[in-house]
């Protein structure tokens, strides 16, 4: 177990609709990120934020919004849904914001979405 | 061409035997190099972190970096049956740019 928590574990949903994921990290960890992994397109990075503000952005659509609240979880909006976004999204959590390559990450269990 | 490019298998060995993981990738800005390890229905965890070309050591796994020919991999010694996952490599480029190979599924047959 590492720690980090994600609710739901699976979610069905429609096209056209939004969902809300809700990461919590793990206690002390300032840093959340947030990942999409699909069979064709495997694990892709899409967003961090730290201690509250954003600090990194990959591959996230502008269907897709994050925050991260005073108290440290974060969650992560996807609006507007289509069959493609249809895939495992993992939250993870490190202790600071030094960059990417400078803390480890502790991977949550992932929401499975599937969107009809 | 990928930036990254990893065999998805499955690969079967006998437990006891040594794996190669491998992975390859096209940018030359990529500093660090990570292998994650993922069983089924579990998010990722890390394995190894390396940063220069040469080996790293850690218990039954070794890293090997080859910057110069682009080329990663990881060595699992005395292979066990709990080895089975599927196994992703990262790498993280000066921008803070991360990306992953698709990975690599792996079976150890007891």
Not at chain 1, 43 to 63: M, S
Not at chain 2, 48 to 70: H, P
């Amino acid at each position: 177990d590492s720690g980090v928590t994600q609710t739901p574990k699976h979610l069905i949903t429609a096209t056209g609709q939004r969902v809300t994921l809700r990461c919590s990290p793990r206690s002390g960890d300032l840093s959340v990120y947030w990942y999409q992994q699909s069979l064709d397109q495997g694990l892709q990075f899409l967003i961090q934020y730290y201690n509250g503000e954003e600090r990194a952005k990959g591959n996230i659509l502008e269907r897709f919004s994050a925050q991260q609240f005073p108290d440290l979880h974060s969650e992560l909006n996807l609006s507007s849904l289509e069959l493609g976004d249809s895939a495992l999204y993992f939250c993870a959590s490190s202790l600071t914001s030094r960059g990417l390559a400078a803390d480890t990450q502790y991977f949550g269990p992932g929401t499975r979405l599937t969107v009809l | 061409q990928k930036e990254v490019e990893q065999d998805p298998g499955p690969l079967s060995v006998p437990e006891g035997a040594i794996v190669s993981l491998n992975c390859t990738y096209s940018n030359s800005a990529f500093q660090y190099f990570m292998w994650y390890r993922q069983y089924s229905r579990k998010g990722p965890e890390l394995l190894m972190y390396t940063y220069s070309s040469g080996n790293k050591e850690d218990g039954r796994f070794t890293a090997q970096v080859d910057k110069s020919s682009k080329y990663i991999s990881l060595f699992i010694r005395d292979s066990q049956p709990s080895d089975s996952a599927t196994y992703l490599c990262a790498m993280i480029s000066r921008d803070d740019k991360i990306i992953f190979g698709k990975g690599t599924r792996l079976h150890i047959l007891p």
